[in-house]
């Protein structure tokens, strides 16, 4: 009966990948024609899966394609973040179908009430797997529970059993950079090594190798802003000098652009034209370059995904950062590695919350 249900969701796993026929099916898994029959056909009557488009073969034969059924399952995505907390629901197909958001001025009490409400008449209407929840860290993901994360002092010592309890459904909690990570793999391939970058209040990292989340012994993940890159540095708040994250954060960047424009604000500053403040953005992309060399040199991943604000800078940064790679890194791969941009989009740490309930369920 296991091995039934095992070889059903490997069947879904791949057809969340791409649209496959049963041909294509059968030999991705190794299962026989008459094996992938009997798993799609009760797949089907289950509502999972379902018949879409025909395909032209070189034969000229047109198979048909399986795919999801967007509406089969919901997944609740939640993002505690400096700036308020992100409700989004995603169908099986990851189309967001609903949207909230709440500001840091409301309470979390409220918050936490209002979104039971939410979800309680969202019920009525979806079929939930279960909710995701992502938090800047430090974040205890294996006891569930928000640590103390700079500048979120409403969520210190939040457990995520009282939103279980809440929401009456299963909830997984990831550190952001971790579950942006984990959302990346759709994108850049299943079996890939890659690091995500996320530069905002601090500068934080999220490493996958080979298609699994590296997570340190103690759960925390790599907490790559603190790498020092100045011996003789500003001192850090956890007690390193010359930390990355105080010269390749957000708040470095505007604090230095200032000192022109009192009231500038980050979507101006990196995408500036003013010479001024490329100067400003081009010391940030060197320290970024400078903890992106680091990692190469430790990690090895293939390639570098910028993630949230940096984005915005994102040409300016590509081109900065490779450029000091291609001359720092030890080996020719390593000189080699792309800096790329995050396809996520704007809700990209809910969606990347709400993908976690996903990830669990078609396993890895
Ligand atoms: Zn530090």
Redo the contacts with the bound molecule.
């Keep these: 009966m296991e091995q039934k249900q095992g070889n059903a969701r490997l069947v879904l796993k791949f057809v969340r990948e791409s649209p496959l026929s049963r041909a294509e099916l059968s030999r991705k898994t190794g299962l026989t024609r008459a094996a992938i029959t009997g798993i799609v056909d009760s797949l089907v009557s289950e509502g999972l899966l379902r018949e879409g488009t025909t395909e032209k073969t070189s034969m000229g034969r047109r198979p048909t394609m399986l795919e999801l059924v967007p509406e089969a399952y919901y997944s609740v995505g939640i993002d505690i973040a400096r700036d308020g907390v992100r409700l989004c629901v995603l169908d099986f197909t990851m189309q967001a179908v609903f949207e909230r958001f709440w500001g840091n001025e409301i309470e979390s009490e409220t918050v936490l009430f209002e979104m039971g409400e939410t979800v309680r008449t969202l019920k009525k209407q979806y079929r939930f797997l279960g909710a995701g929840v992502v938090s800047p860290g430090p974040v205890d993901s294996v006891n569930g529970k928000i640590l103390e994360p700079d500048g979120l002092d409403a969520w210190h010592n939040f457990s995520i059993d009282k939103l279980s309890g809440l929401l009456e459904l299963d909830v997984i909690l990831q550190k952001d950079t971790a579950a942006l990570a984990i959302a990346e793999k759709r994108f850049i391939g299943a079996d890939k090594s890659f690091l995500v970058l996320l530069a905002d209040h601090g500068l934080g990292s999220g490493f996958i190798y080979k298609g699994e989340l590296f997570e340190s012994a103690f759960g925390f993940g790599s907490?790559i802003?603190?790498i020092?890159i100045d011996l003789n540095g500003e001192k850090?708040?956890?007690?390193?000098?010359g930390?990355?994250?105080?010269y390749a954060s957000i708040p470095s960047a505007l604090k230095a652009a200032r000192a022109f424009k009192p009231d500038i604000i980050w979507s101006e500053l990196a995408q500036s034209d003013d010479d001024r403040y490329r100067k400003i953005l081009k010391k940030q992309a060197e320290a970024l370059a400078l903890v992106c060399v680091n990692a190469i040199n430790m990690l090895e991943p293939e390639v570098i995904v910028l993630e949230g604000d940096l984005c915005l800078g994102y040409e300016l940064f590509k081109e900065n950062i490779e450029s000091i790679i291609s001359e720092r890194c030890f080996t020719k791969a390593g000189r080699g590695v792309k800096i790329i941009s995050s396809v996520l989009g704007q809700n990209a740490r809910a969606f990347s919350a709400a993908n976690l309930v996903y990830e669990k369920y078609f396993g890895r």
């Design positions: 907490e802003g603190h020092s850090c708040s956890c007690g390193n000098r930390c990355a994250e105080l």
